[in-house]
């Protein structure tokens, strides 16, 4: 399992689904929190253990209820096409190809900004449409690099690189001194690659930098975030300081890798933290380390919510629905058990964050947009081309570094922005 990265593309399909959408004004029990409704899950390695717990624990503090759980293997392809019906549901993860302006044609709001984000993280500006949140997210992220404590150790490493060249020491002395890979890529999957992309705001330390990224002309100028973190990538690369081919990596089998120390790094999600664990010879070895980058002496990290619980708008039973979201977001401790950070604001990081703490790094969450400027930097990215979220304009850079492709990275860079510049001209 792993958890999927930014938008889909199946955004055409939902933009012809619209029109099927409209609530069923008939509420399950007549608001009584009542009856049976569905779950759809990603979660098909607890469906049948972790999650059978929840249905009882809810099912006992609410009696008469009955709890159905649909664990989808595909489930952002299957979920959208499900969509195209009312039966997709009574509560699911909001699938990443709904972009923000769709939200109210699918679900129904569970409240508005104002009453909900003294208490819960991430409804600021995730899954928002006017004003109103539709969905609270299962679990939240950080983002750095997971690595193997013992085999930075035995290179003679003991504190986080600062900088983008401190960074390229630690992997150089892993090289030379231990006998595993400095920093596997999971190239081939592509998908990995789209992790560079949760960098944005680490490198500043500026919760504006998404908004910034939207209004930037060139954001592979010297300086910008992009160019740092991008720039850091090629030169990992070209330096021989990943695995030899690229286009063999392995997904699953990199988590046994990691986790046995025959791969020291990898950039991915905290998501990913407890994953590695569970392959890893003794799940202490595996840590998390900060973005290589300081403003005024401090690292950063960017937390963002994973999915979203959400009621389908056509639920017969909404009561019940938004009774199972609130249990599973305050009380079933699901975000805590699975390495992730809470939604609800009042619990403390969880100890798979320790490292960052203890490198007295800084949460930040990114600012929400201005109005008529909601995901406008993927869009830019999509109409030139280059689409952030999904890996592969970084697969090129990767390509590049290693010399099976004819480019530098300054004419990569000035092709990105070129490429940037024209297509922002065009996305209102």
């Known amino acids: 399992m792993r958890r999927y990265g930014i938008a889909g593309t199946a955004l055409a399909l939902l933009l012809a689904l619209a029109g099927c959408g409209g609530g069923d004004e008939e509420g399950g029990s007549d608001g009584a929190i009542s009856g049976e409704i569905t779950v759809l899950t990603q979660r098909t390695d607890i469906v049948n253990t972790v999650l059978q717990e929840y249905k009882k624990k809810f099912e006992t503090k609410y009696p008469g209820t009955t709890v159905k759980f649909e664990a989808i293997t595909d489930y952002e392809g299957e979920v959208r096409i499900r969509m195209n019906t009312k039966e997709y549901g009574d509560v699911l993860l909001i699938p990443n190809s709904v972009t923000d302006d769709l939200l109210s044609t699918f679900f129904e709001p569970l409240g508005t900004i104002d009453e ?4 819960y993280r991430f409804v600021r500006n995730e899954k928002v449409l006017d004003g109103k949140v539709y969905g609270l997210a299962i679990t939240g992220n950080a983002q750095g690099f997971v690595y193997n404590k013992k085999v930075w150790q035995q290179a003679g490493i003991t504190a986080p690189p600062r900088t983008p060249a401190e960074f ?3 992997l150089t002395a892993i090289r030379d001194r231990t006998d595993a890979i400095p920093l596997y890529t999971n190239y081939k999957d592509a998908w990995p ?9 680490v490198v500043s330390g500026d919760p504006d930098a998404a908004i910034k990224l939207a209004r930037d002309d060139a954001p592979w100028a010297p300086g910008r975030e992009h160019h740092v973190v991008d720039s850091l990538l090629f030169d990992i690369v070209q330096q021989g300081l990943t695995e030899p081919d690229p286009t063999t990596t392995n997904w699953e089998q990199s988590k046994g890798m990691i986790g046995t120390g025959k791969v020291a ?23 998390y380390l900060p973005f290589p980058s300081q403003v005024n002496g401090k690292f950063h990290t960017v937390i963002a919510g994973d999915y979203k619980n959400a009621i389908n708008i056509n639920s017969r039973n909404k009561a019940t ?3 199972w979201i609130d249990w599973f977001t305050n009380e079933s401790n699901y975000a805590v058990d699975q390495g992730g950070i809470s939604p609800v604001i009042s619990q403390a990081m969880p100890t798979t964050l320790a490292d960052l703490t203890a490198a007295n790094t800084e949460f930040i969450e990114l600012s929400p947009p201005p ?25 090129r850079i990767v390509d590049a570094a290693r010399g099976a492709k004819k480019e530098t990275r300054d004419e990569i860079f000035a092709d990105l922005n070129r490429k940037w510049s024209d297509a922002k001209s065009k996305v209102k």
């Open 265 to 287: 790094t990898m950039m991915l999600g905290s998501w990913a933290i407890v994953q590695m664990q569970g392959a890893a010879t003794d799940k202490a070895d595996i840590g």
């Open 321 to 323: 629905a938004r009774a």
């Open 371 to 395: 109005k008529g400027e909601e995901g406008l930097a993927d869009r830019i990215g999509n109409q030139a081309e280059i689409a952030l979220g999904d890996g592969k304009y970084r697969q």
């Open 116 to 119: 909900l984000k003294d208490r």
């Open 168 to 170: 390229l020491a630690a």
């Open 193 to 201: 690659l789209s992790q560079w992309e949760g960098l944005r705001g």
